[in-house]
């Protein structure tokens, strides 16, 4: 019966803990600063958020060529940056998918795409993997808007661009530009956390 008992108690830490780990969260959080990043563009440059002169902000948006929801997203995007570019919150698109995982998601394929669409904003390659897990991001599209506070980053916003998927004329939630309206009245956003929906970013580690 002791035996028992003690096999029980074992059992819930473990399963506590297991559970635990599984639960954790990972990546930024609001409020947290960012590390700083260097990246490849599609025109051979590199680009980094220290790079980013005149600017209040940034909107760093994790997407990439194959999936689906990225290019349903992928005009409204480029709609942002149109939007707030100028305004001091560009758009930073980061591709974080591994080329060997998906051949559309090469380097080569990303400079294609961007040439065709004539994006208006940088579109980085995560070579390596290494900052998208930093982030936490785990879906494309997935955003996370920025304030700049004497010259470093902060998290602001995390999740979903709006909550209509299918057609952003219908969506009746304009998550980030909610968000950088907000910032940009000197305000902090009243969401700042809403669940992405699109493709899960899948790491070769």
């Given at each position: 019966m002791k ?8 059992s819930v830490i ?11 969260d990972?990546?930024?959080?609001v409020g947290d600063p960012?590390?700083d ?8 440059n590199?680009?980094s958020?220290a790079g980013?002169?005149?600017t ?7 997407t990439?060529n194959h999936c689906p929801y990225?290019?349903l997203y992928e005009?409204r995007?480029q ?7 100028s305004?001091g ?7 974080p998918t ?10 080569e394929?990303m400079?294609k ?5 004539k994006?208006s904003f940088?579109?980085?390659v995560?070579?390596g993997?290494?900052?998208f ?7 494309t599209p997935h ?8 010259g470093?980053f902060y998290v602001?916003y995390?999740g979903a ?6 057609d ?6 304009h998550?980030?530009?909610?968000a ?17 929906i699109?493709?899960?970013i899948k790491s070769?580690?």
């Amino acid at each position: 019966m002791k035996n028992l008992k003690f096999i029980l108690f074992f059992s819930v830490i473990i399963f506590g803990a297991i559970s635990l780990a599984f639960t954790s969260d990972e990546g930024y959080q609001v409020g947290d600063p960012v590390e700083d990043f260097s990246l490849k563009n599609t025109d051979g440059n590199f680009v980094s958020l220290a790079g980013l002169k005149n600017t209040k902000g940034a909107i760093v948006i994790f997407t990439c060529n194959h999936c689906p929801y990225s290019k349903l997203y992928e005009q409204r995007i480029q709609d942002l940056d149109k939007m707030y570019a100028s305004k001091g919150f560009p758009v930073v698109a980061i591709n974080p998918t591994d080329p060997e995982m998906n051949p559309d998601d090469s380097f080569e394929e990303m400079v294609k795409r961007a040439k065709e669409k004539k994006y208006s904003f940088p579109y980085l390659v995560d070579e390596g993997q290494m900052v998208f897990p930093k982030f936490g991001a785990n879906r494309t599209p997935h955003a996370f808007v920025l304030s700049k506070k004497e010259g470093k980053f902060y998290v602001e916003y995390i999740g979903a661009i709006d909550d209509n998927t299918k057609d952003g004329s219908k969506a009746t939630h304009h998550y980030v530009e909610e968000a950088v309206n907000s910032l940009l009245k000197g305000k902090k956003p009243e969401t700042t956390f809403t669940k992405a929906i699109g493709c899960s970013i899948k790491s070769k580690k």
